[in-house]
């Protein structure tokens, strides 16, 4: 506000003492000299009337020496710079030594000007004083020269003083001023203060500041940010599921959450005896999720894929899910084979899925691929179309699968607010290149509002990608993109994991998992006990790890029969060759290395090929020694957090690699690269050797990272960025209606 009176009031302060200033220097400076010119002129002539009798004698008498020596001795006036006397006809008679060049009687033979001019020569300036003695005998013409410098001396003098004097007069304005407005605004303050202590200033009518309009827009303000401070500091030391609700009834005024994506939370199969069974799927987009949707009481929108899926919806193809606790509406949405063949095994996971990898596997470009993959974003956004019940619903589209989507949506429901998150890696420039369809894929998801990835770097890589393939502005300082007239911001939203994981009800404590666990897979109670839990995908390096064993037993003999890896890998994509490649050899390695190292009944390798329910994996984390996270390329891997989340009693060694985005926030693990086996390998060893109390201290770390950045802090941060654009976009339209109405 200082600023503000400083420059609304000092301002125009000065800007007037300059014009005055400029406006008065002229002036000033035409009064001295018409003064000063009028001062000389008068000099001439008394000059003039003391020296004609003798200079009249001399001429007549032609005695040029003794004219000559009078003349120096009336030039002793330091103000009378020379004297020339001249026949009328231009001839000199006498010159003084001082006359300069410009000023000779040939100059003025001729002139029929005024008696007094003024020269300038390079010297400075000069007064001519001519007098004609046209009836003295001989006739002859006087020059009177004086030096006028001395002139612009007082001139250069009184322009200093009105500089300085208008120079001071503004400071001393402007000093005033700011000394009243700093009084003013104290007494603002004060009364302002007082509001606010008295919590009063929500209340107009109570308010001593009520009669100062210019402090309404003051207590509006304060109100939102004390409002904004609540929230805020609610969020960020209790990210729950209600501080989630909050900011869907706060920040986007109870809209309408729908959630897109191609998996979905709940998958009914038909069991042995034809009953119909519930699975929860492996995968890190549903675990972060569905507690969203949860909170939200949202309707997730889903490529129903169970066999009896079909048995358990309505007529609207609707089911309530969890089944045990019903809160949110799961909408499936049914395609063909073909469409499946061709959208997610083919298009998504044959070619986008490693082209976003550094997993150095060849992507497949099909025409029909891309074909069915625009076919069933179509019809994906049908489905947002019809699950809509207003005209502004909030809408979070998952993952690669649907980067069509946003501008399909937007055709459809044209005022809604979408939301994209990437849950993979984005790559450079050049890797994207490699898709036929980059550029029809990067306009069609420029139609959203938000497009979020993991990590910063993955922005990067994206508007990198943007800057070479689509016409745009790219602002990188406000990480947006202007493509048409819409803005879509492009941000990081780690993802994470909810706290407490509601998996871990029920499981029981440490020692009981640990005998559990090596009871049901035959592992010795000495054994030191590795974990790797994952979906069964060449971008997690699950034969890299059996080398990193591998090359460990080599190194130390010694511990065989010490340590041991328990590999849970879930079958995924199994009819795409190259998954079918990696399954056969990661069953292969594990069995070579195992023949190669064990003793009795113990083996270095133990590998589950099954799905497992999600508790039965938290037991698995709480079981073990240390979790190996060492993907070859990943978004975020949420397997890290939530090996972190299942150790309440802070003990257990996590590494990662350091290609997986968790890596930027869990730094206490033992991180790694995942291409260089030995590094691996060592690590493992560290973590057999590390202390109680340095695995406590890392862990306890990890967990209040996990704990404060949990998937409600990470759905929060997006939605209250999504609530900002909604206000902004009603503010817009609002001003559009008032100007139609104006017009």
């Given at each position: 506000?200082?600023?503000?009176?400083?420059?609304r009031?000092?301002?125009?302060?000065?800007?007037?003492?300059?014009?005055?200033?400029?406006?008065?220097?002229?002036?000033?400076?035409?009064?001295?000299?018409?003064?000063?010119?009028?001062?000389?002129?008068?000099?001439?002539?008394?000059?003039?009337?003391?020296m004609?009798?003798?200079?009249?004698?001399?001429?007549?008498?032609?005695?040029?020496?003794?004219?000559?020596?009078?003349?120096?001795?009336?030039?002793?006036?330091?103000?009378?710079?020379?004297?020339?006397?001249?026949?009328?006809?231009?001839?000199?008679?006498?010159?003084?030594?001082?006359?300069?060049?410009?000023?000779?009687?040939?100059?003025?033979?001729?002139?029929?000007?005024?008696?007094?001019?003024?020269?300038?020569?390079?010297?400075?300036?000069?007064?001519?004083?001519?007098?004609?003695?046209?009836?003295a005998?001989?006739?002859?013409?006087?020059?009177?020269?004086?030096?006028?410098?001395?002139?612009?001396?007082?001139?250069?003098?009184?322009?200093?003083?009105?500089?300085?004097?208008?120079?001071?007069?503004?400071?001393?304005?402007?000093?005033?001023?700011?000394?009243?407005?700093?009084?003013?605004?104290?007494?603002?303050?004060?009364?302002l203060?007082?509001?606010?202590?008295?919590?009063?200033?929500?209340?107009?009518?109570?308010?001593?500041?009520?009669?100062?309009?210019?402090?309404?827009?003051?207590?509006?303000?304060?109100?939102?940010?004390?409002e904004?401070?609540r929230?805020?500091?609610?969020?960020?030391?209790?990210?729950?599921?209600?501080?989630?609700?909050?900011?869907?009834?706060?920040?986007?005024?109870?809209?309408?959450?729908?959630?897109?994506?191609?998996?979905?939370?709940?998958?009914?199969?038909?069991?042995?005896n034809?009953?119909?069974?519930v699975?929860?799927p492996?995968?890190?987009?549903?675990?972060?999720?569905?507690?969203?949707?949860?909170?939200?009481?949202?309707?997730?929108?889903?490529?129903?894929?169970?066999?009896?899926d079909?048995?358990?919806?309505?007529?609207?193809?609707?089911?309530?899910?969890?089944?045990?606790?019903?809160?949110?509406?799961?909408?499936?949405?049914?395609?063909?084979?073909?469409?499946?063949?061709?959208?997610?095994?083919?298009?998504?996971?044959?070619g986008?899925?490693?082209?976003?990898?550094?997993?150095?596997?060849?992507?497949?470009?099909?025409?029909?691929?891309?074909?069915?993959?625009?076919?069933?974003?179509?019809?994906?956004?049908?489905?947002?179309?019809?699950?809509?019940?207003?005209?502004?619903?909030?809408?979070?589209?998952?993952?690669?699968?649907?980067?069509?989507?946003?501008?399909?949506?937007?055709?459809?429901?044209?005022?809604?607010t979408?939301?994209?998150?990437?849950?993979?890696?984005?790559?450079?420039?050049?890797?994207?290149?490699?898709?036929?369809?980059?550029?029809e894929?990067?306009?069609?998801?420029?139609?959203?509002?938000?497009?979020?990835?993991?990590?910063?770097?993955?922005?990067?890589?994206?508007?990198?990608?943007?800057?070479?393939?689509v016409?745009?502005?790219?602002?990188?300082?406000?990480?947006?993109?202007?493509?048409?007239?819409?803005?879509?911001?492009?941000?990081?939203?780690p993802?994470?994991?909810?706290?407490?994981?509601?998996?871990?009800?029920?499981?029981?404590?440490?020692?009981?998992?640990?005998?559990?666990?090596?009871?049901?897979?035959?592992?010795?109670?000495?054994?030191?006990?590795?974990?790797?839990?994952?979906?069964?995908?060449?971008?997690?390096?699950?034969?890299?790890?059996?080398?990193?064993?591998?090359?460990?037993?080599?190194?130390?003999?010694?511990?065989?029969?010490?340590?041991?890896?328990?590999?849970?890998?879930?079958?995924?994509?199994?009819?795409?060759p190259?998954?079918?490649a990696?399954?056969?050899?990661?069953?292969?390695?594990?069995?070579?290395?195992?023949?190669?190292?064990?003793e009795?009944?113990?083996?270095?390798?133990?590998?589950v090929?099954?799905?497992?329910?999600?508790?039965?994996?938290?037991?698995?984390?709480?079981?073990?020694?240390?979790?190996?996270?060492?993907?070859?390329?990943?978004?975020?891997?949420?397997?890290?957090?939530?090996?972190?989340?299942?150790?309440?009693?802070?003990?257990?060694?996590?590494?990662?690699?350091?290609?997986?985005?968790?890596?930027?926030?869990?730094?206490?693990?033992?991180?790694?690269?995942?291409?260089?086996?030995?590094e691996?390998?060592?690590?493992?060893?560290?973590?057999?050797?590390?202390?109680?109390?340095?695995?406590?201290?890392?862990?306890?770390?990890?967990?209040?990272?996990v704990?404060?950045?949990?998937?409600?802090?990470?759905?929060?941060?997006?939605?209250?960025?999504?609530?900002?654009?909604?206000?902004?976009?009603?503010?817009?339209?609002?001003?559009?209606?008032?100007?139609?109405?104006?017009?």
């Amino acid at each position: 506000m200082l600023r503000s009176i400083l420059i609304r009031l000092v301002l125009p302060v000065v800007l007037a003492s300059c014009v005055v200033a400029f406006v008065a220097l002229p002036y000033m400076d035409n009064l001295l000299a018409d003064w000063f010119r009028g001062d000389i002129e008068m000099r001439a002539q008394l000059v003039m009337s003391s020296m004609r009798q003798p200079v009249s004698e001399l001429v007549a008498k032609n005695d040029l020496g003794q004219l000559s020596k009078y003349l120096s001795a009336i030039t002793a006036d330091k103000r009378l710079l020379a004297i020339a006397i001249c026949r009328p006809d231009g001839r000199p008679i006498v010159e003084t030594q001082t006359t300069p060049v410009a000023v000779s009687c040939n100059a003025e033979a001729e002139s029929t000007g005024p008696a007094e001019q003024v020269v300038h020569l390079p010297s400075g300036s000069v007064e001519i004083s001519r007098f004609d003695f046209d009836s003295a005998k001989p006739p002859y013409r006087v020059l009177l020269v004086h030096d006028l410098s001395f002139v612009d001396r007082r001139q250069r003098t009184a322009r200093d003083f009105i500089i300085a004097f208008v120079g001071i007069a503004a400071i001393l304005l402007a000093l005033f001023v700011v000394l009243s407005a700093w009084l003013q605004l104290r007494r603002w303050v004060k009364a302002l203060i007082g509001d606010i202590r008295g919590r009063r200033f929500l209340d107009d009518a109570k308010s001593p500041s009520a009669s100062m309009p210019i402090l309404s827009q003051v207590r509006e303000v304060l109100a939102e940010i004390e409002e904004e401070q609540r929230l805020e500091i609610d969020f960020r030391e209790n990210w729950t599921p209600q501080a989630l609700h909050q900011v869907v009834e706060t920040q986007l005024k109870a809209a309408q959450v729908l959630v897109v994506s191609n998996r979905e939370p709940y998958i009914h199969h038909r069991g042995e005896n034809g009953e119909i069974v519930v699975q929860v799927p492996a995968s890190g987009m549903v675990t972060a999720m569905e507690p969203i949707v949860r909170a939200c009481a949202g309707v997730w929108i889903a490529h129903g894929s169970g066999a009896a899926d079909r048995d358990v919806v309505d007529r609207y193809d609707h089911v309530r899910v969890p089944p045990d606790d019903p809160e949110y509406t799961l909408r499936r949405v049914w395609l063909t084979a073909d469409q499946e063949a061709g959208y997610y095994y083919g298009f998504a996971n044959e070619g986008i899925w490693p082209l976003c990898h550094l997993a150095y596997v060849r992507p497949e470009f099909r025409a029909s691929d891309w074909r069915s993959y625009e076919e069933v974003n179509a019809k994906f956004a049908e489905a947002c179309a019809a699950e809509a019940t207003t005209d502004s619903p909030v809408i979070l589209i998952q993952d690669f699968h649907f980067a069509l989507l946003p501008k399909l949506v937007r055709a459809k429901v044209p005022k809604a607010t979408i939301a994209l998150f990437w849950h993979i890696p984005w790559p450079n420039a050049e890797t994207f290149g490699v898709c036929p369809w980059k550029r029809e894929m990067l306009l069609h998801m420029l139609s959203a509002d938000i497009l979020g990835f993991h990590t910063r770097y993955h922005c990067q890589n994206f508007l990198d990608t943007l800057d070479r393939f689509v016409e745009c502005q790219i602002d990188r300082e406000h990480m947006t993109v202007t493509h048409q007239g819409r803005v879509c911001r492009i941000a990081p939203y780690p993802i994470s994991i909810e706290w407490p994981p509601r998996w871990l009800k029920g499981v029981a404590g440490v020692p009981a998992c640990r005998a559990a666990v090596r009871a049901r897979h035959g592992i010795g109670a000495h054994v030191f006990l590795g974990l790797g839990v994952e979906r069964w995908d060449f971008t997690k390096g699950i034969v890299e790890r059996f080398h990193a064993l591998e090359i460990l037993l080599e190194r130390n003999p010694r511990l065989r029969g010490k340590i041991g890896l328990l590999q849970i890998a879930a079958p995924s994509r199994s009819q795409l060759p190259a998954y079918q490649a990696l399954q056969k050899h990661t069953l292969e390695e594990a069995k070579r290395i195992n023949g190669r190292f064990a003793e009795m009944d113990w083996r270095p390798i133990v590998l589950v090929g099954e799905h497992q329910e999600p508790r039965l994996v938290f037991e698995l984390y709480r079981a073990a020694d240390f979790c190996l996270v060492n993907s070859l390329h990943d978004g975020m891997n949420l397997v890290a957090k939530e090996f972190v989340a299942a150790r309440d009693d802070e003990d257990g060694v996590l590494i990662l690699s350091t290609f997986a985005g968790a890596s930027r926030e869990l730094t206490e693990a033992l991180l790694v690269n995942p291409f260089d086996v030995s590094e691996t390998a060592d690590a493992i060893e560290t973590a057999m050797r590390m202390s109680r109390d340095e695995r406590r201290g890392r862990m306890s770390l990890m967990r209040r990272t996990v704990k404060e950045n949990n998937v409600y802090r990470w759905a929060g941060r997006m939605l209250m960025d999504m609530g900002r654009i909604r206000q902004r976009q009603s503010l817009s339209r609002a001003v559009g209606r008032g100007r139609g109405e104006g017009g």
